[in-house]
């Protein structure tokens, strides 16, 4: 029987410490009975449309992102994630109004592991419409459907209830986890998600 109370997980697509976390995830997901909630964050929610440059965004210089692609590419191939270096953040609200409405139609949606790749992997701009609808055509999902729900925003009180929990919650960085009222902060060892989980009795599988 699934434990009904909600391991909480706060999350953006366009952040790598998110995408490095939601592998630890999907092992806790094996070995836990628990029930697993994304829930979607406002990374930097002030992007445009076109995106930023990762210059622009931590103000540094081209040497300083080299090296945070390279130390990121090493701590992805340890969990065995493709990884290209990045070299620029992007506006994910849609795509997380996509992702949810996703997850009402599919049980175990793939469109959060695809909208990771199609970022992450492919360095595509997952604020556009068109890159948005290939993510959901490769996860099977209905190509029609979702331009109706990004053209009427079907799914906008459903993102914004989720920005709101993470004020509430106090959330300012991600990936936050979040159960009973605990939280971890950051992408932290699957080692440190079982210990906490653990900590409340969550039973194995």
């Known amino acids: 029987m699934m434990n009904q109370t909600i391991f909480e997980v706060f999350t953006d697509y366009v952040c790598p410490w998110c995408y490095l976390g939601d592998a630890r995830v999907k092992k806790i997901k094996k070995n836990f009975d628990v029930n697993v909630k994304l829930v979607h964050f406002p990374l930097h929610p002030e992007t445009p449309k076109e995106g930023r440059t990762l210059l622009e965004l931590f103000r540094t210089s081209s040497d300083d992102i080299k090296e945070k692609n ?12 493709p990884y290209n270096d990045r070299t620029h953040t992007y506006n994910s609200r849609l795509a997380q109004e996509i992702g949810a409405w996703a997850e009402t139609v599919q049980n175990n949606t793939s469109i959060h592991d695809n909208f990771f790749e199609a970022y992450f992997v492919n360095g595509l701009n ?8 290939e993510v959901v055509s490769k996860s099977n999902l209905d190509v029609d459907e979702a331009k109706l729900v990004l053209k009427n925003r ?5 993102i914004d209830e989720d920005w709101e929990k993470s004020r509430k919650y106090g959330v300012t960085g991600v990936p936050t986890f979040v159960y009973s009222g605990q939280s971890l902060v950051g992408a932290q060892p699957y080692e440190n998600l079982e210990q906490f989980l653990n900590h409340f009795g969550v039973p194995k599988i």
């Open 126 to 133: 997952v604020g556009l419409e068109e890159v948005i609808l």
């Open 70 to 81: 390279i130390r990121m590419k090493g701590l992805m191939n340890e969990e065995n994630l």
């Open 154 to 158: 079907t799914f906008k009180s459903n």
